[in-house]
C-alpha cells in the first residue's frame, strides 16, 4: 500500500514538474527569442500589464495609433494577455493587405473561433481553412448582384414602414413645430434592419418594427446583445479555455445562450426544413421554387448539378450561416446608419445638403404606391448620387462599426514592409520584411488605417464627406474591399455581404432624411468597443447600446 501511494505522490510531483517547466519555459524563456522582441514597442508598467486597452478602445485608439507611428513606426510591437504574448500590430499598409490577402496563413485565433462558434455556430464567421472556402462558394451566388436587387422593394417596403412608425411617434408626442421628439435611433434602426434580414434572410416576418413580441426575433435580439454586450468579460475568457466549466457552473451568460440557441435550432430549423421540401417539391414538379430570400438560394446552389457533392454543405451548416448574416447583416449595417444619423446630426449644413440631393430625385407618387420597377429606378438613381455616395464612405470611413480584428499565423512567415523598421535598440533598420514565429497574434487596425493622417490628410479624425472628390494616391493605394476602405476588410475573408448592406444604408438614409430632420439632445454619445463599436450615453453604459437623436418631420413634407 505504501508502495501505491509513493508512486501516485511520484506521478503528481513529477506532472506538476512538468506543468511548471512548461509555463516557466512559455512565460520567460521562449518569449526571449521571439523575433518580435526586436521590433519597438511601448513599455509594459506591470509582470501582467498589456496594451489591449489603448489599442482597442475607440475614444483612446486614434491617438495612441498616432503616437505608436511617431515613436515607434509602422510594425509595432505590443503585448497582449502577458509577457509571453508578443503580438504585432502593423500600421503598414502593405503588412496589412499581405496578412489579409494570405488568409490560409493567417487565421482567426481558435479563442475566437470558439466564442463565434459557441454563440452562433460555425458559419463563414468561424470557419476557416477548406470549410470557410466551401461554404463560401455555396453562398456567393445568393450575394450576385442580380439576386440583391430583386430585395431592393422589401428594403424600401421597411424603410417606409419605420417612417411611417416613428410619424406615429411624433403624432403621439405632439410636439411644438420647431421642437422635436426624442427618439433612440439606435434601438429603432436595430428593429428595423432585423425586419429586412428576416425577410432577405429566410422569408421570415419578426415584424419588430411594430413590436417585439416574436419568439425567434427575441431570442436573437437577446443572444445577441444581452449574451454578447453585457456578458462578464473575465469569465467569457474562461470559458473559452476552459469549456468545461461552461458545462458543469454555467453562468447566467451561458444559460441565456442555451435558451436561445434552443428557440432557434427549433424555430429557424423548421424553416430550413420547410424551404428545402418546396425546393424539392417544385423540382418534381417542374416549376422551379422562385423565392429570392438567401435560405432558398443558399439551399438551391447547395443542390445545384454543378457543384460537386464533395463540395455541399450540412443543414447544419447552412442553419449556422443564416445565424451569421442574422448577426452580421442586422448589427453591422444598424450601427453604420446610427453613426451616419448622429454624424449628420452634428452637422446640420451637411444634413440640409444631402436631404436637398435626396428630394431632386424623390418620385411626386408615395413610396408605399411604387411600382417594383420603379423602386428599382429610383434605387438606381440613388446609386448614383455623388453626395450621398460621399457621405456613406465617409462615415464609413470615420467610424467603422467593426473596430479591429485579430489573426494568428498558422506558420512561420515574412511579413513585406514598405516604410523603415524601428528596433527595439534604439536603431531603425531599412530591411524589406519582419519574420513572424508560427503561433504570433497580429491585430488588423480597421479603424487605424481609416483615420492615419498621413494617410488621409491632417483631418483624418473630421467627418469631411468632400474629401472624397479628391484623394490623395497614398488612399488609392490602401487596402479593403469597399473604397481602399477596410471597413468591409479585404482579400479572401473580406465581406460578402457588402452590397447589400450599401442598399440598406442608402435606401434607409433617402426614406428617413427626406421625411425628417435630426439633431442632438444634451446627452453625450461616447463610442465603446462592445464586440462592434457601438454608440452609448454618458453615465448610462449598463443600459446598452443608445443614440438619443431629436427627431422632426421635414417642413415641406407636410402637404
Known sequence: MPLIVLLVFSFICAALALLVAFVVYHVLIAPRFNPLRKLAG?????LLGNHMSSVLDPFRSPKTHALYIDKYGRNVRIRGLGPWDDRLLPLDPLSVSHVLKNSTIYEKPWQSRRLITSLIGCGMLAAEGYVHKRQRRVA?????????RALVPLVFRKGNELQEKWRELLDGMCPAEDEGVEIDVCHWISRATFDVIGLAGFDYHFNAIQNESDELFAAYKEMFEIAVSQGDGFRTVLGIYFPLLNVLFPDQRVKTVKRCQAVIHRVAGKLVQSKKARIMEGEKSGSSYAEKD?????????????????QRISDEDILHNIN????????????ALTWTLLLLARHPDMQTRLRAELLSIAP?????????????SLHVALSNLPYLNNVTRE???LIPPVHSSLRVATQDDEIPISYPVHLNDGNVSDQRSIRIPKGSFVHVPVEALNLDKEIWGDDAWEFDPDRWDHLSEAVRALPGLYSNLLTFS????SCIGMRFSMIEMKTFLYILLTNFVFAETDKKIYKANVVLTRPYVSGQFKKGSQCPLLVKRYKSEVN
Open 42 to 46: 511601448p513599455p509594459v508598467r506591470t
Open 140 to 148: 456567393t451566388p445568393a450575394f450576385s448582384i442580380q439576386n440583391l
Open 294 to 310: 438567401l435560405l432558398t438560394l443558399l439551399l438551391k446552389s447547395n443542390v445545384a448539378t454543378d457543384l460537386p457533392p464533395d
Open 324 to 335: 451569421t448574416f442574422m448577426f452580421a447583416g442586422s448589427d453591422t449595417t444598424s450601427l
Open 364 to 376: 411626386s407618387t408615395p413610396i408605399s404606391r411604387l411600382t417594383t420597377d420603379e423602386i428599382g
Open 395 to 397: 462615415s464609413l470611413r
Open 490 to 493: 479585404a482579400g479572401p475573408r
